[in-house]
């Protein structure tokens, strides 16, 4: 249920049957933050400090396949804007066309994204949330995707798509020259997607290969990539799309965990970076984010739930939600719902207070 619009009740019948159940009683204050739209593309992104939302607009009633993220086609009619998490907020026109793949540096200080221009080539594109200002960065690629800035703000990890007989590969962009450097690997069939850093300059993605698949890790000009711990995700480039669409940031605040969406167990898996240890939470939990380190919000079509070490989870909303982003230390984090319109997101902030 990511590419398109949840569905369910209404924001307002979501509200009333707030309650709070499971081994912790949990409460939760909500407070309406108005309307932002959903393209159906990809879900709007929220800055880890919980202040800023950006998603894609696209013009027109023809909706935008899920396939040009990989291709870059079809994505002419598609706008990214910005705009505070807060109600009646002033929305920012970033990229008027062609715009894919938001994705908010750990600092909140700055947006990477990916434009398509009309010569069939795409750039990186860096917007600085305090200054206003817009650094464009070409690299000479006909497509590019996932981006990540890193923890210094002046490399952007990306992934050039697959081109048969070429798979997806993993790069490191320097902002400042433009030259790029390649995650290194022997096996030329390798696919490397979805890179996020860590606060020490680690990369940390997915790796497939073959029918198998794994969480890997690399520090650009430190150590070369290895292995972490093999995953469950489907070889096909939708599937390993749906592996992380629905997250948040994936990563846990300390670095140490990650989450993923298994699609052959239908839930999200939490693995321990460490030693590879899964968490696997309840059936049908699809999007999710971290509200810290030690606790993990999920949602089903059903119900918004809080995990918190072995206990039974606590149902902190009935209905369909999609939780986007926490706010490190506050007990707070941001989510979307179903609008009255297929097109539009309601979005709140929650408020969550829980007492033994």
């Known amino acids: 249920g990511c590419r398109s619009g949840v569905s369910g009740p209404s924001l307002n019948e979501s509200l009333r049957g707030a309650r709070a159940v499971g081994a912790t009683y949990v409460q939760v204050q909500v407070e309406p933050l108005g309307e932002v739209p959903n ?10 400090d919980g202040q800023w939302i950006a998603y894609l607009q696209f013009r027109g009633e023809q909706s935008v396949e899920l396939d040009s993220l990989f291709t870059g086609k ?20 970033l990229c008027a066309v062609g715009a ?6 750990t600092d909140s200080k700055q947006l990477t994204f990916v434009a398509y221009n009309e010569a069939g080539r795409c750039d990186l594109i860096v917007y600085d949330i305090t200054t206003g200002n817009t650094r464009r960065v070409s690299t000479g690629l006909k497509r590019m995707m996932m981006p990540a800035i890193s923890p210094t703000g002046k ?18 962009v320097s902002l400042d ?3 790029m450097k390649p995650c290194p690997d022997d096996d030329p069939s390798v696919r490397q997607l979805w890179p996020h850093w860590t606060a020490d300059g680690r990369i940390v993605y997915v790796l497939g290969q073959g029918v198998r698949t794994w969480l890997a890790q690399w520090s650009p000009g430190k150590f070369p990539p290895e292995k972490l711990c093999e995953i469950n995700v489907p070889s096909s480039r939708i599937g390993m799309y749906q592996t992380l669409a629905g997250m948040g940031r994936p990563i846990s605040p300390d670095d140490r965990r990650f989450a993923y969406y298994d699609t052959a167990r239908d839930r999200i898996v939490l693995v321990n970076l460490l030693d590879g240890q899964r968490t696997e939470l309840k059936a049908e939990t699809r999007s999710g984010c971290w ?9 089903t079509d059903e119900e918004l739930l809080l995990f918190a070490g072995a206990a039974e989870p606590s149902r902190l909303m009935r209905g369909p939600w999609l939780p986007r982003q926490s706010a490190d230390k506050t007990d707070q984090l941001i989510a979307l719902t179903r609008g009255q319109h297929r097109r539009v997101f309601n979005m709140v902030r929650m408020k969550v207070i829980s007492a033994r």
Not at 39 to 48: A, C, E, I, R, Y
Not at 100 to 105: C, E, I, N
């Open 155 to 172: 490399e952007v990890a990306i992934v050039v798509p697959s081109v048969d007989p070429k798979p997806s590969l993993l790069y490191v």
């Open 74 to 93: 079809g994505l002419e009619a598609v706008s990214l804007h910005v705009q505070e998490v807060r109600t009646n907020a002033q929305v920012r026109l």
């Open 100 to 105: 894919a793949w938001p994705a908010w540096s």
């Open 39 to 48: 393209s159906g593309l990809l879900l709007p992104v929220v800055s880890p």
């Open 177 to 179: 020259t433009g030259k």
């Open 291 to 299: 509200l810290d380190s030690r606790r993990f919000v999920a949602a």
